[in-house]
């Protein structure tokens, strides 16, 4: 997983992508604990960059020893606002 940490960050970075928490530090504030030990948050500009970075072949080593080394979850969200009540979320 080292040398993952060491080398996604730049793939990543190509692809837009900013990392905004690369963690093992986390509490469940509210309902049941899950059970991950840590959790990568990156931000893209936009959907399309994110499955660039999950698609590109200089990933897909990586993203095999994730997937052989670990139970995990691999995620895209967006930045909608489907309550629409929350005006951060607002696009200008």
Known sequence: ????AAKVYDIAAKHGGRYLSRSGNF?????SATDETRIAL???P????????A???EYAPFGKARQDGSVRHFQAIDDSNIAGAIPS???P
């Not at 997983?1 to 993952?4: K, L, S, T």
């Not at 936009?46 to 970075?53: G, I, M, T, V």
Request: aromatic content about 12%; overall charge negative.
């Open 46 to 53: 936009d959907c399309a960059s994110a499955h660039a970075f």
């Open 89 to 91: 979320l607002s696009k």
């Open 55 to 57: 698609n590109e072949p």
């Open 1 to 4: 997983m080292q040398d993952y």
């Open 42 to 44: 990156i931000q893209f």
């Open 27 to 31: 509490e469940t504030l509210e309902g």
